[in-house]
């Protein structure tokens, strides 16, 4: 028998070469320029190297910052608990759930530290990333952006012009705001897989967000869920640019996007109970990729993810008329 260790699930799940052109933004959001990346985790002769091409094309001062002129290659650790970066390009560590990894590692050539969520979505034929950058406690910046993966990118003409044209939407596509509808009430749903702090498969979530708009910046929504998590959650939502709050009375908290990605946290009024969420939307459909994660007295208790689409309700915001 032989004793070569074996790829983890994780390491399955993202064979193949990927291809995206991630969004680079300021901290405070400004879109500033795109990433061409193409990348790969192999795993050979029981080893695992993870290798990525960037080409930055960004204005300012984080173009030069992390345009270092060099290609990426990585040793990895490769398990089901813990995928562990041994440098020199990262070092840290990531935790996969499912389909599902949440990474957090430093550049020494970029100088940041990085909270990285991957997020492999079959129905979609897509995986939806994002890094946010930080100097210690100090966002300096963040990456985000969708990819796509291919096996046969070398020599295959039909699969390169596919990937061409995916790139050039994702050019258009990236900084495109995240926004709610905002002038129909309606409803969100999906169901979410359900891990605990041990990074099992527990179960679901069905999930339904009830949505009605009350003027152009301000909504008023209810979370239902269902599942392993049982709780409804009804808060007002009000946005300024970039910046979203959530007024209670169930949860309280604020978020800011960047592009499509919308960043928040939300703490239950009364318990020590609070949600923190990236929440991406990839069409003009208001579809969102969600990854919500459930923090109990500060410590992880669920990890969950899943597809929203939306069922376009009544109209609320109407032409207004004096007669």
Known sequence: ???????????????????????????????????KVSRASEHENGRTTYWMNTQFDATGPLNDRFEIGSPFRFGVLDSDMDRIYTGPDFFGSGRPYGLLVDSNYFSPGWNVNLRTMNHVVPDLGMQVYS?????????VGVFNGL????????????????????????????????????????????????????????????????????????????????????????????RNGNHHQYHGPDMYGNGMSYGRYLYSVRHVYGEAFKLWSRETQIDEDY???????????Q???????GVLRWEEGDLKLGANYVD
């Not at 890094?131 to 966002?139: I, R």
């Not at 579809?287 to 007295?297: E, G, L, Y």
């Open 1 to 35: 028998m032989s004793n070569e260790k074996k790829p983890s699930n994780w390491q399955q799940a993202i064979e193949g070469e990927w291809h995206g052109l991630p969004s680079l933004f300021e901290a405070d959001g400004t879109h500033v320029g795109y990433n």
């Open 131 to 139: 890094s946010q950058l930080f100097e210690g406690d100090t966002l």
């Open 147 to 238: 990819y796509v993966v291919t096996h046969d990118h070398d020599t295959n003409p039909t699969t390169q012009k596919r990937v061409t044209a995916f790139l050039e939407q994702e050019k258009v596509n990236g900084k495109r705001p995240f926004n709610l509808p905002v002038k129909h009430a309606g409803k969100f749903t999906g169901r979410f897989e359900v891990y605990n702090d041990k990074q099992e498969l527990v179960g679901h979530n069905d999930v339904v967000i009830h949505h009605n708009p009350l003027n152009l910046l301000h909504s008023e929504q209810t979370i239902e869920i269902s599942g392993v998590v049982n709780a409804s959650w009804k808060t007002m939502r009000t």
């Open 287 to 297: 579809t969102f990729v969600c990854a919500w994660q459930f923090m109990q007295s």
């Open 299 to 305: 410590k992880e208790k669920y990890t969950t993810f």
